[in-house]
């Protein structure tokens, strides 16, 4: 599976003229997510939230349930085809489920099962209301990594998909290094990761540290004398 992939990635290959993939195609889910995967302790907040959606503001708030969002299009789907997963980032999931063609064109070919998650605290997927204090402490890459393995786990029941069903983690920019740390801490769960644009040595920690200043340094050396022109 994987090896056709890599083939795949090399051929040029566009969907219908007159089809364009968009949020209108595909399912909208939900499902149930923890706020904290990983904290048992007295400063743990043993609520959930909704993956995606906006909860009143109560008193009660900590122990309601909640959900979160995703979108799903099967029409592709052919028994033994991959699970090809976004890996939302910083941003409402739609504007990915619209602008990510390689899903789609990949798709296509392989009968895969498309999934875009949405990550917490973007689009409508709030863990918190607005104002509540200390709300973004539950905003972490392990938290959202652990939000898309429940994710994955719920999806391979939904869809009765086979034990040996592949899974692919697509993402770019800041979702892309989440769909390489995807691979790497998850192993177990997602067999490939194609990330584009995908700074995975800009974290903390690193060394060399990476220059806070490399991209200016970057578009400086591109820019000619006739840029501002």
Not at 125 to 153: F, M
Not at 173 to 178: I, K, Q, R
Not at 189 to 197: C, Q
Request: proline share 7%.
């Amino acid at each position: 599976m994987l090896s056709s992939l890599v083939v795949l990635l090399g051929v040029a290959h566009a969907l219908p003229l007159a089809w364009q993939p968009t949020v209108d195609n595909c399912t909208e889910g939900w499902i149930k997510q923890n706020r904290d995967h990983f904290s048992f302790g007295k400063d743990s907040d043993p609520g959930e939230f909704d993956q995606r959606n906006v909860l009143e503001a109560t008193g009660e708030y900590h122990s309601q349930p909640a959900r979160r969002r995703y979108f799903t299009f099967a029409d592709f789907y052919r028994p033994g085809g991959p699970l090809f997963f976004y890996v939302g980032n910083e941003g409402p999931v739609e504007i990915y489920v619209n602008h990510t063609g390689l899903m789609w064109e990949l798709g296509s070919d392989l009968g895969a099962l498309l999934v875009f998650a949405e990550h917490r605290y973007y689009g409508g997927t709030l863990v918190y209301p607005d104002g509540t204090p200390d709300c973004l402490r539950y905003l972490t890459i392990e938290q959202a990594l652990a939000d898309y393995s429940v994710l994955i786990d719920h999806l391979f029941d939904e869809y009765a998909l086979p034990a040996s069903t592949a899974t692919i983690a697509f993402g770019g920019s800041y979702g892309g290094m989440l769909a390489s740390a995807f691979r790497y801490k998850y192993p177990h769960i997602v067999d490939g990761a194609i990330a584009a644009s995908a700074p995975i040595l800009a974290i903390g920690g690193v060394t060399p540290e990476p220059s806070k200043a490399s991209f200016n340094e970057i578009i400086t050396r591109d820019a000619g004398p006739v840029c501002a022109k």
